[in-house]
């Protein structure tokens, strides 16, 4: 384990329980959510890196304008 890993928990043992149980429903929230988007790029990968190359064929013939980026 990661020794900033180590620490937060370490951080987080020290909590009232009910803090506890919270993250760490909120850390399994995230790692699920980083699997779904894993198994979604792994099973999509062909299809992006088509849009990739026509995207890059449409620009490289001039059919793409530059979009304005806007002033905060």
Do not use: C, H, N, Y
Not at 57 to 69: M, R
Request: charged letters at 30%; a negative charge; aromatic letters at 8%.
């Amino acid at each position: 384990m990661v020794s900033a890993l180590s620490k937060a928990f370490e951080v987080a043992g020290a909590l009232p329980e009910d803090r506890q149980e919270l993250i760490a429903s909120l850390i399994m929230t995230e790692l699920e959510s980083d699997a779904k988007w894993e198994d979604s790029f792994r099973r999509s990968g062909d299809q992006l890196g088509r849009f990739a190359l026509a995207a890059w064929a449409e620009f490289e013939s001039g059919e793409t304008i530059e979009l304005p980026i806007p002033k905060k």
